[in-house]
């Protein structure tokens, strides 16, 4: 009996609902470039310190081309960055975007979110080839916004929350600090967590290792600029490798889940920890389940972990490829084939949740 496929029905409706968002997302994706631009050039800044603007006066007070200015300007008001009246044709960045867009120490500073996404999408051609290969695309290999952009997001979240809130909710590590404690921090980029880590506690000593060595000379100059080199120490060194031992405190800040080992990472971690130390893990906020994490953050997440995260892993020996949205379950799976026996989660931010392991 010959079977007769029956056409799928079309609802022009849906369809056009869906063309119309999509249309929405290439906005988007286009504005990721423009908020990095009018970070780059100083406009964000500049609308924040003079109020309402001509696209001349922007254009002027930075140093930069009108035609630029007004075109940029006109986007940001159809996305709703800025606001224009019609009367005055003076573009204005409310207050509330102002600290979102200017202030490096806000939480809610952005600019290194979109740096960083835009730094990702850079480079999609290679992640287009590795998907096909099933190879990896190193952290190292990526652009430099990537980096950069890296800590610019990250920061701000450790510096509203790591000394005042993630710090005190780990059980007696605070006063293990303020008396004098050693502690090593694992992938630590830029070293942003460990120099704020080093001004809050100056009785401690710190070490800092990431296998990128580009990184790492980032992160000395910065510990000189921020007058901590005496208590602290950078080394190019892997998740598996670094030096040290009696740590009373281990932090891995955002970078678990991009090891290809995490477990010989963890494996590593229970061999130079004191034997009342704790491990503290920053790892992006997520549900155990798929579905838990079907949200804006998650999205995001997802986007990352596809992107950088994920290749990021595959790049090195085993490949576990964890993903960014691994879940607290998956790592504590981590943290056990490891050794080590206690995991609770201690605190969360919107984009983070702070774990608390223990031998």
């Not at 006109?74 to 044709?89: I, L, S």
């Not at 296998?211 to 100059?221: G, V």
Request: aromatic share 10%.
């Amino acid at each position: 009996m010959t079977i007769i496929e029956q056409p799928t029905r079309i609802d022009p409706d849906k369809l056009m609902s869906f063309v119309f968002r999509a249309v929405d997302e290439v906005g988007a994706t286009l504005n990721a470039g423009l908020v990095v631009l009018g970070d780059k050039l100083g406009y964000y800044r500049d609308l924040a310190e003079h109020g309402p603007s001509t696209p001349a006066q922007l254009a002027e007070r930075t140093e930069t081309a009108e035609p630029y200015a007004r075109e940029w300007l006109n986007a940001q008001a159809a996305g709703g960055y800025v606001t224009y009246d019609p009367e005055t044709r003076r573009y204005t960045l409310p207050p509330e975007h102002a600290v979102a867009m200017t202030d490096p120490d806000s939480p809610a500073f952005l600019p290194g979110f979109f740096q960083i996404a835009l730094g990702t999408v850079h480079d999609t051609q290679h992640i287009v080839e590795a998907a096909r290969s099933g190879a990896g695309f190193g952290w190292h290999q990526h652009d430099t916004d990537v980096h950069v952009g890296c800590e610019r997001f990250f920061r701000p979240s450790y510096h509203a929350n790591l000394v005042g809130s993630w710090i005190p909710a780990l059980e007696g590590v605070q006063e293990k600090l303020e008396a004098g404690a050693l502690v090593a921090d694992v992938g630590c980029g830029h070293g942003a967590s460990t120099i704020l880590l080093a001004q809050a506690f100056p009785n401690s000593r710190f070490v800092g290792s990431d296998y990128h060595a580009e990184s790492i000379a980032t992160a000395r100059a910065r510990a000189a600029e921020a007058g901590v080199e005496d208590r602290v120490r950078f080394e190019v060194a892997s998740a598996q490798e670094f030096t040290g031992s009696g740590y009373d405190l281990v932090a891995m800040f955002d970078s678990l889940h991009d090891m290809g080992d995490p477990v010989g990472a963890a494996r590593r971690v229970r061999e130079v920890i004191a034997a009342d130390g704790t491990w503290m893990i920053v790892e992006p906020m997520a549900g155990d389940r798929v579905e838990d994490n079907f949200n804006p953050v998650g999205r995001a997440y997802y986007g990352f972990s596809t992107l950088l995260c994920t290749p990021s892993s595959l790049s090195q020996d085993v490949g576990l490829a964890l993903g960014t949205q691994a879940g607290p379950a998956r790592i504590r799976d981590v943290t056990a084939a490891g050794g080590f026996t206690r995991f609770r989660s201690v605190a969360e931010t919107p984009f983070n949740r702070v774990l608390e392991v223990r031998p």
